[in-house]
């Protein structure tokens, strides 16, 4: 596993081979103090097939995110979520960061499905985009739909927002390329 | 001679068109679609709409999605896995040339608060004209590069998981 520049690379753990839902950061950006004083691989984010297990009828299931290279652009703070999309009701797509407030939006657990924060990621390659975030999960689900998941450790997403001003590169299961 | 077998060829041709519009398979999205622009330096080229897609099988099941579908202008049009969606399951079958309709909420990627799914049954006709689906006042044209990330929404048994 190479160094990493300003990004964070999330490979399948041997140890955990049997669970494909699983995947560690192995080696974090280098630019940080907090990231830096990583040790040792640790359980980062959560990568699975989506399903919907009260679905009368069966299970819906979705790709997981798909392997290769994005860019999540932290230069971009997107305003706090406070609105609904009725289509999809929840809150509209943010391309940046974009915080997400703890309190209910018009009903809705937003903050249980996603955390505090959600970043879009870009795919690098051409091709097409799932509209993958790397957002958290507290409503204890244990499901994404096709995104990464930093559960309810928030220290990766807090530093992206909180320290980096420029487009961060995410790889998933492959190599990182700086963007 | 020729006559004939273009008169026969235009026959048969009209009945396979109305063939094909009778049966509404595959992945459907409104005609009228907004389409906006992503912020440029995420993409140049995408766009993205919040819109409501219906999908249609050959077994008579059928899915109402709410989601957003993104899209690159020749080269890939796809439901966003990743900005949520809400899922209408049901049926579907022909009742004297029209699509009757009934679906019920099994699914949303963010819950809401104090609601039990599934919901209560909705019935809908839905009139074919013009190769184009009419439901609540909003035309529908046939996507069929939305088929395979539609197909995802349609709740399955555990053991045909794709």
């Known amino acids: 596993m190479p ?3 300003s990004g964070l690379s999330l490979r399948s753990s ?10 560690l950061a192995q080696q974090a950006a280098t630019d940080g ?14 990568l699975s097939n989506a399903y919907a297990p009260h679905a009368p009828g069966g299970t819906i299931y979705q790709n997981p995110t798909n392997d290769g290279n994005y860019t999540i652009h932290a230069e971009i703070h997107n305003p706090a979520a406070n609105s609904i999309d009725w289509n999809t009701w929840q809150p509209p797509p943010a391309y940046g960061i974009q915080p997400i407030p703890q309190q209910p939006i018009h009903d ?8 505090p924060l959600r970043a879009y990621m870009t795919p690098n390659s051409p091709g097409g985009t799932q509209g993958a975030y790397f957002h958290g999960q507290f409503d204890g689900f244990g499901y994404t739909h096709g995104c990464l998941s930093y559960g309810e450790d928030t220290r990766m997403i807090n530093y992206m927002y ?18 | 001679m020729r006559t004939i077998t273009l008169f026969a060829l235009m026959t048969f041709g009209c009945a396979a068109l109305a063939q094909q519009v ?25 766009l993205t709409t919040s819109t409501r897609v219906l999908y249609f099988q ?14 690159e202008p020749g080269s890939f049009i796809t439901i966003s896995a990743g900005d949520g969606q809400t899922v209408a399951a049901g049926d579907w079958h022909e009742e004297q040339g029209k699509i009757v309709a009934r679906s019920r909420l099994v699914f949303r990627t963010v819950t809401r608060i104090g609601e039990e799914l599934p919901g209560p049954w909705n019935r809908d006709v839905l009139t074919i004209k013009d190769g184009q689906l009419l439901l609540d006042g909003v035309r529908y044209r046939r996507v069929p590069g939305l088929d395979k990330s539609a197909s995802e929404m349609v709740p399955r048994p555990a053991a045909t998981q794709p």
């Open chain 1, 3 to 5: 160094a990493l520049c």
């Open chain 1, 14 to 23: 041997p140890e955990h081979s049997a669970s494909p839902s699983l995947y």
């Open chain 1, 33 to 46: 103090p907090e990231l830096t004083a990583t040790s040792g691989p640790r359980l980062l984010a959560k």
């Open chain 1, 108 to 115: 809705m657990d937003v903050y249980g499905s996603y955390g």
């Open chain 1, 162 to 179: 909180n320290h980096m001003s420029s487009p961060v590169g995410v790889s998933v299961d492959t190599q990182v390329q700086k963007p």
């Open chain 2, 22 to 46: 009778k049966v509404p398979n595959g992945a459907w999205m409104p005609v009228n679609a907004k389409w906006e622009h992503v912020p440029p330096e995420v993409s140049p080229k995408l």
């Open chain 2, 58 to 71: 050959p077994d008579g099941k059928m899915v109402v999605i709410g989601c957003v579908v993104n899209r």
